[in-house]
């Protein structure tokens, strides 16, 4: 698999793991970028510092790129 797939596979257990501190459940695999709800959005914007953080890891370059390739 794609190492750039499982980092955004991980990136989105991440989001649903916060989105389960505020209360909420989302479908697996949610797109959380995608969503018009700024919860969502958030859940998945803190991961992204995170993992930027962390690792060092510009998270949205690799879901646009991967989006452009037709892989997400």
């Keep these: 698999m794609d190492r750039r797939i499982e980092i955004v ?16 459940v989302s ?8 969503s018009p709800h700024p919860q969502e959005r ?9 993992f930027d953080l962390i690792q060092g890891t510009e998270l949205m370059d690799i879901v646009n790129e991967l989006e452009d390739e037709g892989l997400l």
């Design 42 to 50: 958030l859940m998945f914007e803190m991961v992204c510092e995170a």
């Design 27 to 34: 479908r697996e695999w949610f797109k959380f970028w995608q």
């Design 9 to 24: 596979n991980q990136a989105i257990e991440l989001a649903n793991r916060f989105y389960q501190h505020h209360g909420y």
